[in-house]
Structures are given as structure tokens and as C-alpha cells.
């Protein structure tokens, strides 16, 4: 299994990105997908993520300014995000969850977003 993600670059602060992502290999039907970030020095954070059947969360910093989506047919989930902060900055992961074993996560390689003050 693979996840490719895309869309990551340099912003200045209050401009929009937005971030792509898409499963690949045998994975079967994916029960949750989503987006994490990791500034340096860090944990990784939950940013937003969308179940199958649409339900989405948020982190409390993103909420109002991020919006999480995904294609079921593509296996792809996107993240598009506005108003971006220089807190913002980090890198930014996908998350796939199979329905099949939802304890298991597959990761993308994780796509860097800069933002200038």
C-alpha cells in the first residue's frame, strides 16, 4: 500500500494550499482518511480527518480555515487549507485507515508547507 501526497509548498501568511493524497495497492475499502502535521521539535498532530461516509473532525487550530474531503472511487482525500498561519508550517502527513482492520495506518511520506509572515 502507498500514499502518494502532493500540494505541499510556500505561502505567505494568510494565502491558501491545498493538499492531495491517494491510496494505492490493496487496501480494500478505506474506512478513514486524513491529514497530520509535524513542526520541528514537535509531535505529530491530527489535523482533520473524514470518514467513508463523510464525517469529518478537525483539530480546534485548523477548525474554520481547513477543510477535509475525500473521492471514494479515487481513494484520495484532500485538505484544503486557507488562512494559513506560520504555525502552520510543518510537515504534512496522510493517514489511511482499511476497513477491514482499523487499528492498521498506512502513512504517506509527508509534504512540506512553509508559511511567511
Known amino acids: 500500500v502507498q500514499l502518494q501526497a502532493c500540494g505541499g509548498g510556500m505561502v505567505q501568511a494568510g494565502g491558501s494550499l491545498r493538499l492531495s493524497c491517494t491510496a494505492s495497492?490493496?487496501?480494500?475499502?478505506?474506512?478513514?482518511m486524513g491529514w497530520y502535521r509535524q513542526a520541528p521539535g514537535k509531535q505529530r498532530e491530527v489535523v482533520a480527518t473524514?470518514?467513508?461516509?463523510?464525517?469529518?473532525d478537525y483539530a480546534a487550530s485548523v477548525e474554520g480555515r481547513f477543510t477535509v474531503s475525500r473521492d471514494n472511487a479515487k481513494n484520495t482525500v484532500y485538505l484544503q487549507m486557507g488562512d494559513l498561519q506560520p504555525e502552520d508550517a510543518a510537515a504534512y502527513y496522510c493517514?489511511?485507515?482499511?476497513?477491514?482492520?482499523?487499528?492498521?495506518?498506512?502513512w504517506g511520506q509527508g509534504t512540506l508547507v512553509t508559511v511567511s509572515s
Open positions: 473524514v470518514t467513508s461516509g463523510g464525517t469529518a
Open positions: 493517514n489511511a485507515q482499511p476497513l477491514i482492520n482499523t487499528a492498521t495506518n498506512y
Open positions: 495497492g490493496t487496501i480494500g475499502v478505506i474506512w478513514r
